[in-house]
């Protein structure tokens, strides 16, 4: 997970596509059946802290998911404590070098708001 990356990958194969609108479903499902704001209610809790990467990595990569799902996303996004760890990622100076030769081998880095 590179918070402070932005990218936008270069090919969006079915798997992914698939995998996406699995995870929408699951997402409207537990909204939709616990009444949200989170996936168990009215409470974040560990099924929400569970999917806090996956709300990062959907930033990152400019991913598009149903409204609702969105929404979920920029929720997690928006809470206090991903906000600090989301300041803590880009001041880190730390880079792990064969994480980022991934990210640039499937996707284009269109901003970069690490730490240098």
């Known amino acids: 997970m590179s918070c402070g990356i932005r990218a936008r990958l270069k090919d969006f194969p079915p798997a992914l596509e698939r995998e ?3 995870l929408g479903a699951a997402w409207n499902d537990g909204l939709r059946r616990f009444g949200g704001p ?4 009215r409470a974040f809790t560990v099924v929400d802290a569970f999917y806090a990467p ?8 400019g991913l598009s998911l149903d409204s609702t ?3 979920y996303v920029e929720r ?3 809470l206090p404590g991903m906000r600090e760890w989301y300041a803590s990622g880009l001041a880190e100076t730390w880079r792990d070098a064969p994480h980022e030769a991934e990210i640039e081998q499937m996707a ?3 901003q970069d708001l690490q730490a240098k």
């Open 20 to 22: 996406a609108a699995r």
């Open 38 to 41: 989170f996936l168990a209610g």
């Open 108 to 110: 284009t880095i269109t």
């Open 69 to 71: 799902s969105m929404s």
């Open 76 to 78: 997690l996004l928006n």
């Open 54 to 61: 996956v709300a990062f990595r959907i930033q990152t990569y």
